[in-house]
């Protein structure tokens, strides 16, 4: 994960999206940018899962930036360090002396803590967002930010992707989207767009499903119709983008060795026929599914 407070940020930001964006300042094709993907924001039932940019920050010393930034918004909360040693059942004689050394947070976190921590997640991800949102449209104010494509995510960071991204995204390695899960997405007040998903089968001569496995094509192409039926149904949701157009090489792709069936052609260029029938039929009526025709 990115420190968002380190001006060297902010720098190579703009350095890497100036660079990035000179062909497709004026392209009328293009929609928007993704910029980061399936960055480590957090999650899970834990607290040190959901809070790990904060245990992060707080095992870092005072030349962290991030370790700064909590600091000073624990002395604009609480003003003296006794009260925080109140409310975190801490013995700090001093501000310094949570900002100079690392502090690891023991047992149970108590409730004043859990919300210092929850505010400070929303204000990190919120400094992210905000200098790439301010850099994007520095350099290309004629296309969409389309966020960083969620694969882990806490609500305070999705909440703050909302706020300064023109579209949410997230890859969504599942069978389908599940509409009881997905259902937060339409209080976020922004269109909302699947990066990833793909699903594979073995029966064709490959040696690896991808992330999601089907027994054959057949079923393959009909996880995919009910996956697009399952994002056409959720009215947050404007588009979904398949991972990936090919095959990967049945020896692995040269830097990490994935091989997955995860094409709508092999690497030979020939389709999966089930696949593609699927693909015309099911886009053929998104519209008028959408629409309730």
């Known amino acids: ?24 300042r004026d392209d009328p094709w293009c929609l928007g940018y993704f910029i980061d993907n399936e960055i480590s924001w957090g999650g899970g039932e834990s607290d040190r899962g959901h809070f790990g940019l904060v245990y992060g920050a707080l095992a870092e010393g005072k030349d962290s930036p991030a370790k700064r930034a909590f600091v ?9 360090v006794k009260h925080l040693n109140n409310a975190w059942r801490t013995k700090f004689a001093l501000w310094d002396a949570l900002l100079d050394k690392p502090f690891k947070p023991e047992g149970e976190l108590t409730v004043p803590m859990r919300q210092d921590f929850s505010d400070y997640l929303k204000r990190f991800a919120q400094q992210y967002f905000e ?8 350099f290309d104010p004629n296309h969409l930010y389309l966020g960083c494509r969620f694969a882990w995510r806490t609500p305070e960071a999705v909440a703050a ?18 509409a009881k899960e997905w259902e937060f997405t339409n209080a976020l007040n922004r269109p909302v767009i699947i990066g990833e998903f793909h699903f594979g089968a073995l029966d064709r001569g490959m040696f690896h499903t991808g992330l999601v496995s089907t027994p054959n094509q057949r079923a393959r192409a009909e996880m995919y ?4 039926h ?64």
Not at 170 to 177: D, K, M
Request: charged share 30%; hydrophobic share 40%.
């Open 161 to 178: 992707a909302a706020e300064f991204c023109d579209v949410v995204s997230f890859n969504i390695y599942r069978s389908h989207v599940d």
């Open 230 to 293: 399952s994002v056409v149904d959720n009215p947050a949701f404007v588009g979904c983008a398949w991972f990936e157009y090919a095959d990967e090489p049945l020896t692995g792709r040269a830097y990490d060795g994935e091989n997955y069936n995860i094409g709508f052609v092999d690497v030979t260029d020939t389709p999966y026929p089930e696949m593609l029938e699927a693909a015309k039929a099911v886009h053929a009526e998104a519209y008028r599914r959408r629409a309730g025709m």
């Open 131 to 138: 200098v790439i949102r301010n850099a994007l449209h520095k």
């Open 1 to 24: 994960m990115h420190d968002p407070y380190d001006p060297k940020f902010a720098v190579a930001v703009e350095e890497s999206i100036r660079k990035a964006v000179e062909r497709r």
């Open 72 to 80: 000073e918004q624990l002395k604009l909360h609480y003003g003296k």
């Open 225 to 228: 119709r009910d996956y697009i």
